[in-house]
């Protein structure tokens, strides 16, 4: 199971929020959760104040997924689709995502008192923070895709 101390290794930068606002295809604005889920900014706390309510040990749980098998796979059932098409996240994010929780689902049920499937949200610099812990993560992944969830001890 994919878990990483980060207890001293989590880099915070507050200007990760604004991240959830940059464009990319299809969404001029950004992310369109951006001011809707109390999980996105700016209603998710800052990691200072999540912080602040306690705990030891933070912790990195992650899942990896092939995310060029995923594509290869698409374009050979649908070969007219795009490369674009064929790495959607429509059809890979909700079955990664599942995953990450199943795996959280174990700290949870020992002691772990919070869980953030959104670090970057509360101002925490994922890529930096996951870099630290060794966890060799990409700005805009074409191979390996890595959801990456941050968990508090109580």
């Known amino acids: 199971m994919p878990v990483l101390d980060v207890t001293n290794k989590l880099v915070v930068n507050y200007d990760a929020r604004k991240w959830c606002t940059l464009p990319y295809p299809g969404h001029s604005k950004g992310c369109p959760n951006f001011g809707r889920k109390s999980s996105c900014p700016p209603q998710a706390p800052l990691i200072a104040d999540w912080l602040k309510s306690g705990g030891g040990c933070l912790r990195l749980v992650y899942v990896s997924f092939d995310l060029q098998a995923h594509a290869d796979r698409m374009l050979t059932a649908h070969p007219s689709w795009s490369e674009r098409q064929a790495r959607c996240l429509l059809?890979?994010?909700?079955?990664?995502?599942?995953?990450?929780?199943?795996?959280v689902l174990h700290f949870t049920t020992v002691g772990i008192s919070e869980v953030?499937?959104?670090?970057?949200?509360?101002?925490?610099?994922?890529?930096?923070?996951?870099?630290?812990?060794?966890?060799?993560?990409?700005?805009?992944?074409?191979?390996?895709?890595h959801k990456i969830a941050l968990l508090k001890d109580k």
Do not use: H
């Open 116 to 145: 953030s499937y959104c670090p970057e949200a509360m101002g925490v610099d994922v890529m930096s923070t996951a870099g630290l812990a060794g966890i060799p993560i990409e700005v805009r992944p074409k191979k390996i895709v």
């Open 91 to 103: 059809y890979w994010q909700s079955k990664v995502n599942k995953r990450l929780e199943s795996e």
